[in-house]
Each structure stands twice: as C-alpha cells, then as structure tokens.
C-alpha cells in the first residue's frame, strides 16, 4: 500500500498518524503538489494528497474516506466507536477540525494571490470560522483528557492535526493562550510517536 502525500498536509499528517497508530504498513511517496507531473495527477483526479494506492492500484481519497477505511482494516487501535452514534460523534470532531484545516489552507492560498486580487473580506471570513471552530472544540472538549467520551480516538487525531498546523502556519494565532484545555490536549498528545515522527517541516 502506498500513500502519496506532501510533509506539510495536515490531512496528509492525519492519514499518516491514524496508519502509524493502526501499525499498518505503508510506502510513503513525497510528491510535488506544484509540478504538472506530480505522481498525484495519475491517482487522482482533484489533484489532492493524501491520496491512498491499495495493493491492487484502487485508489481512495480524501482523508475522511482513507481513515474510515483503514480502520477497518484491522482492530488494532481502534480509533472510530462501533456503536453508529458514537461514530457520528467523532466524525463531527473530525468534520470541525477539517473545517477549521480548510480555513486556513484558504487563507493561505488567498496570501499566494497576487495582493491587488486578495480580498480581505474573505481572508476575515476564514479566520472566523477557525475562531469559532477553535471555541468549540474547547467547549466540547471540556476537563476531559480526550475529545470523545475517555479513549483515543480519530477525534484527537483530527483535532491535534489542526492545531499543529495552527502553530506551524499561523503562530499569530494565540489559541494556547485563550484556551487552555486545547493547549493541554495538544501537548499530550505531541507527546505519542505518531504524533512526534510526522511534525509537519
Ligand atoms: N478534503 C481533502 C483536502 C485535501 C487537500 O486540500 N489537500 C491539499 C494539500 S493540504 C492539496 O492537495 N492541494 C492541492 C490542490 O488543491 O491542488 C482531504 O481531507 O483529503
């Protein structure tokens, strides 16, 4: 199984953690997202990373669609609830920190524009949605250790990828300092290998 991906992903990170966590595994193929070569364009058709190559050359994107299915693959670490309302509830996590990841990736696109067409109406837009989505993620979260009920799961995954992007590309963004709960979550779970081996750089 191959996993086409660039280091600096926070999608691409959260596939990797969730493979890392699961023990499964994979070959990592670097790609260049820029070139009208890149590999990607051969697997799939948005031109999007992570995108995920099966031993028989089927192809599964987005990041959503490869972590639901890899963790079928084998129950070791387990990381989405059997039970359908649970699961629900975790993939809500995951829907609020992709959210908040799609936010600011189009904030940054915007920055790439050349200044006279970037509007800051919209760039004002985003950043209220990673605002809001960072305040509830903290109210959600609470004095629990982890974002669903008292287990590790992709909730934490998806959440700690997200403020790890937050303070790569954004460090602007005071969210230690405002919330405290997160600060706290995103420094214990720093701490997990899958966590340490795929910091973005
Ligand atoms: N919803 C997608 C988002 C993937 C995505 O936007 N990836 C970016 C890298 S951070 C990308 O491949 N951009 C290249 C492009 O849009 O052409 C997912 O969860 O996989």
Known sequence: MKLIGILTSPYVRKTRIVLNEKKIEYEFVLTDLDSPDSIINEFNPLGKVPCLVMDDGKTLYDSRVIVAYLDTTTPVGKLLPNSNRSRADVRCWEALADGIMDAAVLIRLEGKRPAAQQSQEWIDRQMKKIHSGLKA??????????????????????VGCALGWLEFRFPG??????YENLSQL????????????????
Do not use: V
């Open 173 to 178: 963004i005071e969210w230690r300092k405002e």
């Open 186 to 201: 995103f420094d214990r779970l720093s701490e997990r290998p899958s966590f340490r081996e795929t910091k973005p750089l």
């Open 137 to 158: 993620m903290s109210f959600h979260l609470g004095n629990r250790s982890f974002c669903h009920e008292n287990a590790f799961s992709l909730a934490d995954i998806a």
